[in-house]
């Protein structure tokens, strides 16, 4: 689901408005944090960034060794030309670095790990998912060259630690419906299967610490977005909204941004119907409701603006708005969101309540910034 979103000492660590994460660990609920994103990632992503300046230093590093050649045209250092596709020392005299840099960069663009760590102990070769949540070490290759898609009922043998938070079966062949889970792990494997053949096997080693083994024995063939009719499609959103809805009723709030976030994505594919920018404001709404519970306040600011955009008097966007912003000690901003909403709703208690709350730590920052001025030139 990209960017990974959180909260590491009191300082948000990312700004993806349909990112939001649950820490990959035991229990979604023991965090500040939240996970692993779930996120969408922007095109490219920072994995492709990452490539691309890794290929940058490697011409530099290139270009340093040439001018560093002696008139024979060999470099001075035979160290700094070591490494080959395998990832091997090679002291031929015709080799450059060069050859080693292009294999690396092909790899880095395919999401998979450098040369010289490509494989694991056991053999297994190793991809970096490009939300960055996990790195997949195939243990046993596929047949074939079909994979998965989302609403393929998928053949597998999963191997998790207990307790962890997975809700597909494990631990014993099960039948699953790739997409249809909503815990945290759900997600990591249902991104896992869209990358495997049949028949293979694999170890996803987690960012946030832990392991699962995946077997794929076998899967149904299912549609792509673009194979789908728009009445399809639509169906698809409005299942996943009120999916959403369900689950955030029930306090999952984790699972419910992320059903939120699939709609979101369904939505751009989906045929415009007369109620378009109404579900889509709506869906925005939630998405930011679940985010400021999540302590993503400037994702869910970004998705009220959203939300506002298309409903300028949207007073549950205004208002979340208003939470946002205050989280983020944005207090002006936090007062002019609670006053819109007062405008609109003038018997709104909770709006009340919140303006009053910002105005008293406008006044005491104020008050504070007073002192501070006095005394440094009184």
């Not at 991104?191 to 083994?213: D, F, K, P």
């Amino acid at each position: 689901m990209g960017l990974r979103m959180g909260w590491e000492g009191g300082r948000e660590t990312a700004h993806d408005p349909l990112s939001f994460s649950v820490p990959l660990g035991i229990s979604s609920s023991s965090s500040a944090g939240i996970e692993q994103g779930f996120a969408v990632p922007p095109a490219g992503g920072r994995n492709h960034c990452s490539a691309r300046l890794g290929i940058f230093r490697l011409v530099e590093k290139i270009m340093a060794s040439e001018e560093r050649q002696d008139p024979g045209g060999r470099p001075e250092n035979n160290n700094a030309c070591q490494i080959t596709a395998c990832g091997e020392e090679n002291n031929q005299d015709g080799v450059r670095e060069g050859a080693g840099s292009k294999v690396q960069g092909e790899a880095m663009k395919e999401n998979r790990l450098p040369s010289n760590q490509l494989r694991s102990t056991d053999g297994g070769v190793a991809w970096v998912c490009p939300d960055g949540t996990f790195v997949k070490l195939v243990l046993e290759a596929g047949k074939g060259v079909d994979k998965p898609k989302e609403g393929s009922v998928c053949q597998v043998f999963i191997e998790a630690q207990a307790g962890g938070p997975l809700s597909y079966p494990s631990h014993s062949w099960a039948e699953v419906e790739l997409g249809a889970g909503d815990a945290e792990w759900d997600g990591v494997v249902d991104r896992c299967l869209e990358t495997m053949l049949a028949g293979e096997r694999a170890e996803l080693r987690l960012t946030g610490g832990g392991s699962i083994i995946i077997q794929l024995a076998s899967f149904t063939p299912a549609k792509d977005s673009w194979e789908m009719s728009a009445s399809e499609k639509w169906d698809l959103v409005i299942r996943s909204k009120e999916h959403g809805g369900e689950l955030y009723r029930a306090g999952d709030i984790g699972a419910a941004a992320r059903r939120y976030a699939k709609a979101l994505r369904l939505l751009v594919a989906a045929a415009p119907p007369p109620d378009y920018d109404q579900i889509k404001a709506e869906l925005h709404a939630n998405l930011a409701a679940c985010q400021l519970r999540l302590r993503q306040p400037a994702n869910a600011a970004c998705n009220c603006t959203k939300t506002l955009a298309l409903q300028p008097a949207n007073t549950k966007a205004l208002f979340r708005r208003g939470l946002a912003y205050d989280a983020m000690n944005d207090l002006e901003g936090a007062a002019q969101d609670l006053k819109g909403v007062l405008r609109v709703e003038p018997g709104n208690r909770a709006a009340r309540r919140e303006l009053d709350r910002v105005t008293e730590r406008i006044k005491a920052r104020d008050a504070k910034l007073a002192r501070a001025m006095q005394k440094m030139f009184g």
